[in-house]
């Protein structure tokens, strides 16, 4: 029976069972972190081959560059040459630098609040009214965390089964010229798994914009990380842009993070000759270059995309069984109650999870007082604020299987109690 249908009798037979069952998760000593996306020790130990590789003697690239020296802020035309295809660019228009896309985005922000696009009128802090970005909800949280510490107003929109709320975002961008950017994690979303559709990235590639400068901050964070057998493929968005005339509107990121090493990989950014000859301009004021040893690495480590492509199995192997599991948990035990909802991500890092509304909070609570920590409720919302208070982000990559399991029941207990709670105190 669903839980809306429950009389309050029942509702406080089923509370009773629930809290009793709460109380013997009290007892265990649960100590199980599932708040961020970090892969686990045996997807690193993939990459083990990259410690093990020396350049001594061998540290020049193919076009001479002493690897150890400074200088080359591009990075090395052979790293370029293996990545661009992740971006969708070609080599000249791909950026290969640090270990941290997020870091990338935050230059590329930092240079707009600073001085400005190229065609934009005056740097975007100056502006007299303050710059916005929309942002797709659920989101990640740390795109708005940087958006937050810049000062930018957020806009959240509403993301559908296949990208953005079109409708919205058209409507918005045409008459808010204070709108200069939008947030794009455009394949496996983070946190929702959502892939967004060729007529989306049409869309959002031929819109009418009223500022000049609006960008796309095209976040392709997942772009090779399938969970299934189905490599999904999307459109293009720089050519996209291109073919209706806005060469410059996609800024395209992307990394090694969660293919190689998470905390020593390789940050990729993309786009227009004239966007990338700016971000050149400003990166080479904040630094003399990027460390080129660990893009020789990389590039003798993985060879080729296939060599990508082959790596990224070995992860599909190790993440897919995770998701299953707690899948298979939330279908056993909330799926009967008819209240929760859940994506099953075909690729990515997370599992959304949309609960009774006004009970996230407690439920986050509720599961780390019993050992399972989970992403803050609200975190995947502008500000912390889930309007509706229902949305839990589920990272089940890092911890070991019979964890996770017991993880994910521990949630569905807390998930129901809250629930229960709840509706009885109505
Ligand atoms: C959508 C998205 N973008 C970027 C990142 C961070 O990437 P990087 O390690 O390259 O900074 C993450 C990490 O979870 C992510 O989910």
Redesign the pocket.
Known sequence: MKLAEYSIDALEQLHGQVQAEYLRLRERTLSINMA??VPSSEQLDLSNALLELSLAGDYLAEDGTDCRNYMGQQGLPEARRLFAPLLGLPAEQTVVSGN????LMYDCLAFAMHNGFPESSMPWQQEPQTVAFLCPVPG?D?HFTLCESFGVRMIPVPLLDDGPDMDVVRRLVSEDSTIRGMWC?PKYS?PTGTVYSDEVIEALASMQTAALDFRLFW?D??TLHHLTSDAIEISNIYQACVRHGHPDRALVFG?T?KMTF?GA?L?LFGSSKANVEWWLSHASIRSVGPDKLNQLRHVRYLKDLDGLKSLMDGHRKLLAPRFSAVLHQLDSHLRPFGFASWSEPKGG?FISLNILPGTARHAVALARAVGVNLTSAGSCYPHGHDPLDQHLRIAPSSPGLSDLEAAAQAICTCVLLAACERLISK
């Open positions: 961020r996306g941290s896309s997020l870091a990640y740390r994690v983070n976040d964070a997942y990394s993070s998470a990989g940050a890092y």
